[in-house]
């Protein structure tokens, strides 16, 4: 079965960096397209990051544009989310997700890691 | 301010039906493929619905979904208190280059 497991949360001083993993098995990762998507505390699904399955395209939020990178290693079935200049508003839980075939939609999600930036 | 409008919360008894609206643009719902998602309290969001109106194998068929023009509806037959959660719709989004997802409804199970 598909698994998708989150680390590198914690809590961080805004200004700060943090790179999240996700690590991927019961499909061939190489094969799908990844994302990160945020919750807030109490809020709604805030999507954050796309990586095709080659890493060839990687699309971004506005709010997180050029603070943020998205990556992949599929020779090691991880995604990663290298966080930059971190705000207050990044608190949240962050997600790895998996898209579905086809691509029209994200079929699997990780159980997320809390990423707290507070001084 | 989500891109697609879900309305805040839904109530129905047990054994009623139940429908959540999700209506959004051209660039978003009218013309890409939409889903939905449950997250029941304190877990990840879990795919309900894809492609408008298709159940992932385990989902039962008391899910349902439909799209038109630039509007999705999620029903619920059959209401259980285990339904209470919120619920998700998702699409991606043309002009913006991303996904884009309601700002969920809660469901309440009376």
């Known amino acids: 079965q598909v698994q998708l497991v989150e680390s590198g949360g914690g809590v961080v001083l805004p200004g700060r960096s943090l790179r999240l993993s996700c690590g991927a098995s019961?499909?061939?990762?190489?094969?799908?397209?990844m994302h990160w998507v945020r919750q807030a505390p109490g809020k709604g699904l805030e999507w954050v990051a796309v990586?095709?399955?080659?890493?060839?395209?990687?699309l971004y939020a506005d709010s997180v544009k050029g603070r943020f990178t998205i990556s992949r290693d599929n020779s090691k079935n991880t995604l990663y989310l290298q966080m930059n200049s971190l705000r207050a508003e990044d608190t949240a839980v962050y997600y790895c997700?998996?898209?579905?075939?086809?691509?029209?939609?994200?079929?699997?999600w990780g159980q997320g890691t809390l990423v707290t930036v507070s001084s | 301010q989500s891109v697609l409008t879900q309305p805040p919360s839904v109530s129905a008894a047990p054994g009623q039906k139940v429908t959540i609206s999700c209506s959004g643009s051209?660039?978003?719902?009218?013309?890409?493929?939409v889903s939905w998602y449950q997250q029941l309290p304190g877990t990840a969001p879990k795919l309900l619905i894809y492609?408008?109106?298709k159940r992932p194998s385990g989902i039962p068929d008391r899910f349902s979904g439909s799209k038109s023009g630039t509007s999705a509806t999620l029903g619920i037959t059959g209401l259980q208190t285990g339904d209470e959660a919120d619920y998700y719709c998702?699409?991606?989004?043309?002009?913006?280059?991303?996904?884009?997802f309601g700002g969920g409804t809660k469901l309440t199970v009376l």
């Open positions: 997700a998996s898209d579905g075939v086809g691509a029209t939609h994200i079929a699997y």
């Open positions: 019961g499909f061939t990762f190489s094969t799908y397209g």
């Open positions: 990586i095709w399955y080659d890493g060839s395209n990687k």
């Open positions: 051209s660039s978003n719902i009218g013309n890409n493929y």
């Open positions: 492609d408008n109106d």
């Open positions: 998702g699409t991606w989004d043309s002009s913006l280059s991303g996904v884009v």
